[in-house]
Nanobody, 125 residues
Framework: QVQLVESGGGLVQPGGSLRLSCAAS????????MAWFRQSPGKERQFVSA???????YYADSVKGRFTISRDGAKNTLYLQMNSLKPEDTAVYYC???????????????????WGQGTQVTVSS
């Protein structure tokens, strides 16, 4: 089993920055893909970013150039650096992981076996 715990969310003004963390524990050596999703009230869960095999990064068009995904292998921690934040970035952000997900399923939330509890990000003046 794999456990994921997100942290780092909070309230920030438009144009500001936040850095989210996702701490993984359990059978972490079996994980091949880690990702970030987000969900706002009344909307579907949306793909944000992922690290595929060999830590290859992928981004949704809406965050490309503003967000950066990375991983600290020694501490089994995934990060999402969020810059130039916009009100439409407001959501609960979830960390996700999977053992053998293929590239064509990277943005499909139903393909991931492991999920964190989420952390709230609010962008408002």
């Amino acid at each position: 089993q794999v456990q994921l715990v997100e942290s780092g969310g909070g309230l920030v003004q438009p144009g500001g920055s936040l850095r989210l963390s996702c701490a993984a524990s359990g059978s972490t050596s079996s994980i091949s893909v880690m990702a970030w999703f987000r969900q706002s009230p009344g909307k579907e869960r949306q793909f944000v970013s992922a690290l595929f095999r060999a830590n290859r990064p992928y981004y949704a068009d809406s965050v490309k150039g503003r967000f950066t995904i990375s991983r600290d292998g020694a501490k089994n921690t995934l990060y999402l650096q969020m810059n130039s934040l916009k009100p439409e970035d407001t959501a609960v952000y979830y960390c996700a992981a999977d053992r053998n997900l293929i590239l064509s399923s990277l943005s499909n939330s139903n393909a991931y076996d492991y999920w964190g509890q989420g952390t709230q990000v609010t962008v408002s003046s």
